[in-house]
């Protein structure tokens, strides 16, 4: 099955500095990497995906990279703000599958100080 | 829309006990999921279902059921409590096709087993 390593697992940043966080994945048959945002005691919430048939997409100030090659894909979140403060998940899975099932990292811990 | 409703928020149980946790979602979503997130953790999967009448076991299926009998409801039973079921577990759905994969989660169950 699929395994989705994410590093790092805490990342503390001064506000307005950019962070970047990184996942490799193993299955080459995953196609969807979606990541997932969630704040303190609450649940998480899908911020951006990208598919495997696009290099990169962005959004404001987030921005997620993806190399098939090398297996992994990365999310950049510039001009970081207090609010950007949560636990960030990369997740992976082969569309098209029954299910749709995401495999998740393990998390990083964004922090901005401000 | 509510979209993904659970129920109880918390729940503290005994060794040995059941309960059922709920999960309703208003979205007409074929798929749903039951996941659990270990303090600082990723979130594992443990039952998927892809429409009424069909579920499957996902990454961690030990130790609970599940059914399915309508598009809306997906229950998460636990048989026979341990402490190692002490998690907080989100339900989650998404459509089958039409560009969404987008997995919409619940606000989440807190259960404590002493």
């Known amino acids: 099955g699929e395994n989705v390593e994410q590093h790092p697992s805490t990342l503390s940043v001064q506000e307005g500095d950019s962070a970047v966080i990184k996942c490799t994945y193993s299955d080459s048959a995953s196609n969807y990497f979606p990541w997932y945002k969630q704040e303190l005691g609450k649940r998480p919430q899908l911020i951006i995906d990208i598919r495997s048939n696009v290099g990169e997409k962005k959004d404001q100030r987030i921005a997620v990279t993806l190399n098939k090659t090398a297996k992994h894909f990365s999310l950049h979140i510039t001009e970081t703000q207090p609010e950007d403060s949560a636990v960030y998940f990369c997740?992976?899975?082969?569309?098209?599958?029954?299910?749709?099932?995401?495999?998740f990292g393990g998390g990083t811990r964004l922090m901005v100080k401000p | 829309n509510a979209g993904v409703t659970q129920t109880p928020k918390f729940r503290i149980l005994k060794i040995g006990q059941s309960m059922t946790l709920q999960c309703t979602q208003d979205?007409?979503?074929?798929?749903m999921y039951w996941y659990r997130q270990d303090p600082g953790m990723g979130l594992k999967l443990i039952y998927y279902?892809?429409?009424?009448?069909?579920?499957d076991k996902g990454e961690v299926p030990n130790g609970y059921n599940v059914s399915r009998s309508t598009t809306e409801d997906f229950p998460l039973r636990l048989e026979l409590a341990a402490p190692s079921q002490t998690s907080v577990y989100f339900c989650?759905?998404?459509?089958?096709?039409?560009?969404?994969?987008?997995?919409?989660f619940g606000p989440g169950t807190r259960l404590t087993v002493l």
């Open positions: 997740a992976a899975t082969p569309l098209g599958n029954a299910g749709n099932m995401l495999t």
């Open positions: 979205m007409n979503h074929n798929y």
């Open positions: 279902s892809v429409g009424a009448g069909i579920t």
């Open positions: 989650a759905s998404s459509q089958t096709s039409g560009g969404g994969n987008e997995q919409f």
